[in-house]
């Protein structure tokens, strides 16, 4: 079978891309944003890629067009494929139809840390002899991918409440029929599609109704819109976590290290394994708990899961360390909200000590641009001592009132070589700079490291 994919490039669709290919399909695909780590993974499997939606690429003739949710009616390559006839999927239903059924399904949800959380579980999975099959947000340092088929029964996939296609406005992940699911936390976010919370948790509540009461569920206990959206039924049995006591949670853990590279894994108040890992920050504490308490539910032996995670080395843009040059560490991170923007900062100071951090934030989701989340910006940012604040184009509202309530210490940029020539003059040796976006923020991690390395820096 032959899939050409439009939208190719985002890590889900890379995801299903390297799945069909791996399956023995030809795969061609598309995107207007061809740029690595996506591009480059997907040109290694000998996936060929065609930048832009001209719709001429359907003179390919494929078995089936494979549709992401990027896409609108009102493209021409949409409106020629309408025209055409040709077969046409959605990511998603053509992942549950040709790569989760019979599989031993396990979902991990929620507005923050799906990514990182399903890469840990993954990895247990692995550690443990279940050789499982994934699709995760993102690619695991431990399998440089984001996506294989794997040789077990179990599939770990990253379940994303954002719409499905513009022929299917349900949330993606009601397609995957998990037999255990992993809810991590709710918050709002996605303003371009939900216009509240509750709208939010009633896709949720859709996606609970899809666990057999043979799965399992694992659950943040400490978070009350994930109670609420219990309450509105569940017919599967479920465990709670928390990082502190919470009522519910029979999983918690205990500090072993200020920064989070140690803890103890508690059950019951019980101690039931030990993680020393490279990993910093309470938001990665509490994803190795939720991980820890879902493998657990599988059969697991909760020591044994805590041992796989002590070699657990990260996802890539998960504040990965890009590089250092005069002195100066580059880190990546894929911030898109309030509240992991403070996460990730968080953990840098209890890493960092009395080191200055500059954070440099691009607000490029939609949520971001829309000023959903504008009142806590500089809240979220308070760890950092110095900040710049990149204004990308599309954006409904100006960052200098953010910048206004940060008392002098915070920025605006609006064009990247001017950024980086005020970074490169200002960043001192012993400096550590988290670049903040979920997108290529314009090649900026390199361009700073080549300005930092230049003679007379």
Same mark, same amino acid.
């Given at each position: 079978?032959?899939?050409?994919?439009?939208? !190719?490039?985002?890590?889900?669709?890379?995801?299903?891309?390297?799945?069909?290919?791996?399956?023995?399909?030809?795969?061609?695909?598309?995107?207007?944003?061809?740029?690595?780590?996506?591009?480059?993974?997907?040109?290694?499997?000998?996936?060929?890629?065609?930048?832009?939606?001209?719709?001429?690429? *359907?003179?390919?003739?494929?078995?089936?067009?494979?549709?992401?949710?990027?896409?609108?009616?009102?493209?021409?390559?949409?409106?020629?494929?309408?025209?055409?006839?040709?077969?046409?999927?959605?990511?998603?239903?053509?992942?549950?139809?040709?790569?989760?059924?019979?599989?031993?399904?396990?979902?991990?949800?929620?507005?923050?840390?799906?990514?990182?959380?399903?890469?840990?579980?993954?990895?247990?999975?692995?550690?443990?002899?279940?050789?499982?099959?994934?699709?995760?947000?993102?690619?695991?340092?431990?399998?440089?991918?984001?996506?294989?088929?794997?040789?077990?029964?179990?599939?770990?996939?990253?379940?994303?409440?954002? $719409?499905?296609?513009?022929?299917?406005?349900?949330?993606?992940?009601?397609?995957?029929?998990?037999?255990?699911?992993?809810?991590?936390?709710?918050?709002?976010?996605?303003?371009?599609?939900?216009?509240?919370?509750?709208?939010?948790?009633?896709?949720?509540?859709?996606?609970?109704?899809?666990?057999?009461?043979?799965?399992? !569920?694992?659950?943040?206990?400490?978070?009350?819109?994930?109670?609420?959206?219990?309450?509105?039924?569940?017919?599967?049995?479920?465990?709670?976590?928390?990082?502190?006591?919470?009522?519910?949670?029979?999983?918690?853990?205990?500090?072993?290290?200020?920064?989070?590279?140690?803890?103890?894994? *508690?059950? $019951?108040?019980?101690?039931?394994?030990?993680?020393?890992?490279?990993?910093?920050?309470?938001?990665?504490?509490?994803?190795?708990?939720?991980?820890?308490?879902?493998?657990?539910?599988?059969?697991?032996?909760?020591?044994?899961?805590?041992?796989?995670?002590?070699?657990?080395?990260?996802?890539?843009?998960?504040?990965?360390?890009?590089?250092?040059?005069?002195?100066?560490?580059?880190? $990546?991170?894929?911030?898109?909200?309030?509240?992991? !923007?403070?996460?990730?900062?968080?953990?840098?100071?209890?890493?960092?000590?009395?080191?200055?951090?500059?954070?440099?934030?691009?607000?490029?989701?939609?949520?971001?641009?829309?000023?959903?989340?504008?009142?806590? /910006?500089?809240?979220?940012?308070?760890?950092?001592?110095?900040?710049?604040?990149?204004?990308?184009?599309?954006?409904?509202?100006?960052?200098?009132?953010?910048?206004?309530?940060?008392?002098?210490?915070?920025?605006?940029?609006?064009?990247?070589?001017?950024?980086?020539?005020?970074?490169?003059?200002? /960043?001192?040796?012993? $400096?550590?700079?988290? !670049?903040?976006?979920?997108?290529?923020?314009?090649? *900026?991690?390199?361009?700073?490291?080549?300005?930092?390395?230049?003679?007379?820096?």
């Amino acid at each position: 079978m032959h899939l050409h994919i439009i939208g !190719i490039c985002g890590t889900f669709m890379g995801g299903v891309a390297a799945l069909a290919r791996a399956a023995g399909h030809r795969v061609t695909g598309s995107d207007a944003n061809v740029y690595p780590p996506m591009s480059t993974q997907l040109e290694s499997l000998g996936i060929a890629l065609i930048e832009g939606y001209e719709p001429a690429q *359907l003179a390919l003739k494929p078995d089936v067009v494979v549709v992401g949710n990027v896409m609108s009616r009102g493209n021409a390559l949409i409106e020629t494929l309408l025209d055409s006839g040709l077969p046409y999927s959605s990511g998603p239903q053509w992942l549950a139809e040709n790569c989760l059924r019979g599989r031993e399904v396990v979902a991990v949800a929620g507005t923050h840390g799906k990514t990182t959380t399903a890469s840990m579980l993954a990895w247990i999975l692995e550690q443990t002899g279940r050789a499982p099959g994934f699709l995760i947000g993102g690619i695991p340092a431990n399998f440089g991918a984001s996506a294989r088929a794997g040789e077990g029964a179990a599939f770990v996939i990253e379940a994303d409440e954002y $719409d499905t296609a513009f022929f299917d406005k349900r949330a993606k992940f009601v397609h995957y029929r998990p037999r255990h699911l992993l809810l991590t936390n709710l918050e709002y976010d996605h303003a371009d599609i939900f216009p509240d919370l509750a709208s939010i948790q009633r896709q949720f509540h859709h996606l609970l109704r899809t666990v057999p009461a043979s799965g399992r !569920i694992a659950w943040n206990a400490a978070d009350p819109a994930l109670a609420e959206v219990l309450a509105m039924g569940c017919w599967t049995p479920r465990t709670g976590f928390a990082r502190a006591p919470a009522a519910g949670a029979e999983w918690t853990v205990r500090l072993l290290a200020e920064d989070g590279s140690a803890f103890e894994l *508690l059950k $019951d108040g019980a101690a039931a394994g030990a993680v020393h890992w490279p990993l910093i920050g309470m938001h990665n504490v509490e994803n190795g708990l939720a991980a820890l308490a879902a493998a657990a539910g599988m059969g697991i032996a909760p020591a044994a899961a805590a041992a796989a995670l002590a070699a657990f080395r990260g996802v890539r843009r998960r504040l990965e360390l890009r590089g250092e040059a005069s002195g100066v560490r580059i880190y $990546d991170d894929f911030a898109h909200h309030p509240t992991a !923007i403070a996460a990730t900062l968080d953990g840098m100071r209890r890493r960092a000590g009395s080191k200055r951090i500059v954070a440099v934030l691009e607000p490029r989701s939609a949520t971001m641009k829309l000023g959903v989340h504008r009142s806590e /910006l500089a809240g979220s940012l308070a760890q950092a001592d110095r900040v710049w604040l990149f204004e990308p184009a599309g954006m409904g509202w100006k960052l200098d009132e953010v910048a206004a309530a940060m008392s002098g210490k915070a920025a605006v940029a609006r064009e990247i070589p001017a950024l980086v020539a005020a970074l490169a003059r200002e /960043l001192k040796t012993g $400096d550590e700079v988290v !670049i903040m976006s979920n997108g290529g923020f314009g090649g *900026l991690h390199e361009r700073l490291l080549q300005a930092l390395s230049a003679p007379g820096t």
